[in-house]
């Protein structure tokens, strides 16, 4: 088993649309957990924490869950400038392991 | 203005020949970290550092050699037996004071062969 999975997509869907996606890592002792984004031929940007209570910033909705070591992020009301790869990332004892991430197409 | 600088933002390699890839940064953290990215891939860490003069290796450290003799400095030498060095190179640097900090990168270096 990878030790982070995540569809690749892509994931195509029209503006103003709520997606989802979901990752799942392998390491139990996995500690902190991460969305990336990272545009085409771009660096990887932090998008958000994910914390175990689940966590809200603006139009994207994180979700934990340790018991089944399954990550998920939704976006809301989907904009253009959303379309890009979205990598899920598991850290313990600060050196991260990265999906392979899942690309997001958001069309007019 | 804070950040972590690379540099080139493109470089290409002779057969045999050593390169070296700069990172630096002026945002005070403790860790730095060099990844490759294929295209397609996920990232591989390739060497990371928690405190000056120390560094690690990552998970794909054959090839690679790094240096830590100043906080802000971390640069990446790719050397002559690393056979396939062609792929995207990604710095990033996070606070070691707390574990698991999140890790911010720069803009990448992208090494060719000639």
């Known amino acids: 088993r990878k030790e982070v999975e995540q569809d690749p997509g892509p994931f195509n869907v029209p503006e103003g649309a709520t997606v989802a996606f979901n990752c799942t890592y392998s390491n139990s002792a996995s500690q902190s957990f991460f969305w990336y984004r990272q545009d085409c031929r771009k660096e990887p940007k932090l998008l958000m924490s994910v914390y175990s209570s689940g966590n809200e910033d603006g139009r994207f909705t994180a979700q934990l869950n340790r018991a089944s070591q399954y990550i998920s992020l939704l976006i809301r009301d989907s904009k253009l400038s959303d379309s890009a790869t979205y990598l899920c990332?598991?850290?313990?004892?600060?050196?991260?392991?990265f999906g392979k991430g899942t690309m997001l197409l958001v069309s007019p | 203005d804070g950040g972590i600088t690379q540099s080139p933002k493109y470089l290409f390699r002779k057969e045999g020949q050593n390169v070296t890839l700069s990172c630096e940064q002026n945002?005070?953290?403790?860790?730095m970290y060099w990844y490759r990215q294929d295209p397609g891939q996920g990232l591989r860490l390739i060497y990371y550092?928690?405190?000056?003069?120390?560094?690690q290796k990552g998970d794909i450290a054959e090839g690679y050699s790094v240096s830590r003799e100043k906080k802000e400095s971390f640069p990446l030498t790719v050397t002559s037996a690393q056979k396939n060095p062609t792929a995207f190179y990604l710095c990033?640097?996070?606070?070691?004071?707390?574990?698991?900090?999140?890790?911010?990168f720069g803009d990448g270096t992208r090494l060719s062969i000639l």
């Open positions: 550092s928690q405190i000056v003069n120390d560094f």
């Open positions: 945002l005070n953290h403790d860790a």
């Open positions: 990033a640097s996070s606070a070691w004071t707390e574990i698991n900090q999140p890790q911010h």
């Open positions: 990332v598991v850290s313990r004892y600060s050196t991260l392991t």
